[in-house]
């Protein structure tokens, strides 16, 4: 199941690129899944996946919370909480 992956601000900083396609292995089952499979690409995934917590999701432009499946997703992004102002 191939994924268009997007990253925005420091996210996209740490890994170097705003985005990719990817093909996840058949275990990663949940956006949560996806970002610890991530995590082990390097150095830059490292750094930006490091604490979940962190992170915001949004599954085919919603956003969602990070327990959500990504079966059938088509496109994924992953950023820092959004503020206001």
Known sequence: MAVELLYFAWVREAIGQAGE??????????V??????LRGRGEGYATAFADRQRLRAAVDQAFVP???????AR???LFPPVTGG
């Open 21 to 30: 396609r990817v093909d996840p292995p058949a275990g990663v089952a949940t």
């Open 32 to 37: 949560a899944d996806l970002v610890d499979w």
């Open 66 to 72: 990070l327990d959500t499946p990504i079966a059938g």
């Open 75 to 77: 496109e994924i992004a």
